[in-house]
């Protein structure tokens, strides 16, 4: 059972337009989510982070909204930037285990 | 400070065989986990450990035995590899499981044929 689910697997976006990335939970135990970036052959790096007690965090061009009784999350990118180029994964974490769980992605291409 | 390494790189193995992944961070961080990265599966988590002498299991535990003998280092072995294992493996720590931010390592490329 998927407990995160990023339902797009790829989306193209114009260089300069905003990128906009979902991410859906189902574990209403999740109180902390984060997103991460990732290049080819390099590990995921740490983006942005949100936890249940807001429903926006922002830093420079990334936003993170979170609607809790939706149990959906996003990502903004704006403006987005040829750098953008990457995979995404959405991650959550909370409840009576130390877990913490991925999405399977979506690759961002940012188109010139 | 080096972060997370990961030895090896790239390794094949052959039906069968056994070999341990390695991982250490020089960060003195708590929690540590190992994922797998296959194509269209996004990272699953395979086990994690909250400190020194606790590991538990992930998402798909099966074939695969960690141990947690020091803070630095979480090993984790593939007693008799399978085709099925042919993946991108990823350690990961942080300071705690709560509300952090995990650190990465560069990853190991396993082949299993």
């Known amino acids: 059972d998927q407990q995160v689910k990023q339902n797009s697997p790829s989306l193209s976006v114009q260089e300069g337009r905003i990128s906009i990335l979902n991410c859906d939970y189902t574990n209403s135990m999740f109180d902390y989510f984060l997103w991460y970036k990732k290049y080819p052959a390099e590990g995921p790096t740490f983006l942005i982070s949100i936890s249940s007690i807001k429903d926006k965090n922002e830093d420079g061009r990334f936003t993170v909204f979170l609607n809790k009784s939706a149990k959906h999350l996003s990502l903004h990118i704006v403006p987005s930037q040829p750098g953008d180029s990457a995979v995404y994964f959405c991650a959550a974490s909370g409840g009576r285990d130390d877990k913490i769980i991925f999405g399977k992605g979506t690759r961002l291409h940012i188109l010139p | 400070n080096a972060g997370v390494t990961q030895t090896p790189k790239f390794q094949v193995l052959k039906t069968g065989q056994s070999m341990t992944l390695q991982c250490a961070q020089d960060?003195?961080?708590?929690?540590m986990s190992w994922y797998r990265q296959d194509p269209g599966m996004g990272l699953r988590l395979i086990h994690y450990s909250v400190g020194a002498g606790i590991t538990d299991q992930g998402e798909v535990p099966n074939g695969y035995n960690v141990s947690r003998s020091t803070t630095e280092d979480f090993p984790l072995r593939l007693l008799s590899a399978a085709p099925s294992q042919t993946s991108v493996y990823f350690c990961?720590?942080?300071?705690?499981?709560?509300?952090?931010?995990?650190?990465f390592g560069p990853g190991t490329r396993l082949l299993v044929l």
């Open positions: 960060m003195n961080h708590e929690y």
């Open positions: 990961a720590s942080s300071y705690s499981v709560r509300q952090e931010t995990q650190y």
